[in-house]
């Protein structure tokens, strides 16, 4: 049975500052925290908010990617996902306007699955028009390189 969505829904998380480094978020009653490496004060116990932003837009293509194989008929068996994010600080520390602080992000997506290269493109193309994080990254300026590979 096919879930429905609302047009439209609140996604509500809040926050506190457990120290200038760590923070911890609840989302749903789910915890999530934040923290640094200890280079910058943290203690290193959990991902940074860059790398949990990156992380979020692989679940993303993992949900919407699924979501678009299932509409085009397309059986992936499995997806493994690789992203890395080319972070421009001079932003962050003032030393020069910049359009995003991450000009470039790099995303490889290995599909296990037979379906054709040209079904392996639409499934690209259709999941980074539809995924709310692909969508948000895009618009903020990032040029998102991917790749989308048979396994």
């Not at 760590?22 to 009653?29: N, Q």
């Not at 949900?63 to 992203?83: C, P, Q, W």
Request: aromatic share 6%; net charge negative.
């Amino acid at each position: 049975m096919a879930h429905v969505m609302p047009d439209l829904f609140k996604i509500d998380v809040k926050g506190r500052a457990l120290s200038h480094a760590r923070t911890e978020m609840v989302a749903r009653g789910k915890v999530v925290t934040t923290d640094e490496p200890p280079e910058r004060g943290g203690t290193d116990l959990f991902a940074t908010p860059l790398e949990t932003m990156l992380s979020s837009f692989l679940g993303c293509t993992n949900v919407i990617g699924n979501y678009v194989a299932g509409l085009l008929k397309m059986d992936v068996r499995s997806m493994d996902f690789e992203v890395c994010g080319h972070f421009d600080t001079r932003g962050v520390f003032g030393k020069a306007e910049i359009e995003s602080p991450f000009p470039v992000i790099e995303l490889k997506v290995i599909l296990d699955t037979d379906a054709s290269d040209e079904d392996i493109a639409k499934l690209q193309r259709i999941t980074g028009e539809k995924c709310p994080v692909s969508i948000l990254l895009r618009r903020a300026g990032c040029e998102i390189q991917e790749s989308w590979v048979r396994k």
